[in-house]
């Protein structure tokens, strides 16, 4: 999960469009109380961003779009108790940490 809604990252100059001014996902992570373990590559003022791995740990192709949030805590989520995914690491450490994981 990268936010509550498609729109909340797609919302400029209008719904559909691309990352707003201020950084949505910054917001969403402090509402949850996750923003302890925010990514390094996110940041106020920055862009929308997304979590993509080029390889699985067993180095096969991924690529696929990741979470940064899970929907612990919020209302409706009833008993979900994942654990936000820990992306504090810079991006080439994490990297490397995920390869050998």
Do not use: W, Y
Not at 25 to 39: G, N, S, Y
Request: charged share 20%.
């Amino acid at each position: 999960m990268n936010l509550d809604s498609c729109g909340g990252c797609h919302s400029h100059p209008a719904m559909g469009g691309s990352s707003p001014p201020v950084n949505p996902q910054m917001a969403f992570a402090r509402l949850l109380k996750q923003d302890a373990k925010v990514a390094s590559f996110l940041s106020d003022k920055g862009p929308v961003r997304e979590v993509r791995f080029v390889r699985n740990p067993d180095g096969s192709p991924d690529g696929g779009v990741h979470g940064l949030f899970t929907i612990t805590g919020m209302a409706g989520a009833g008993t979900c108790n994942l654990s936000q995914p820990d992306r504090r690491l810079p991006v080439r450490q994490f990297a490397e940490q995920r390869r050998h994981a």
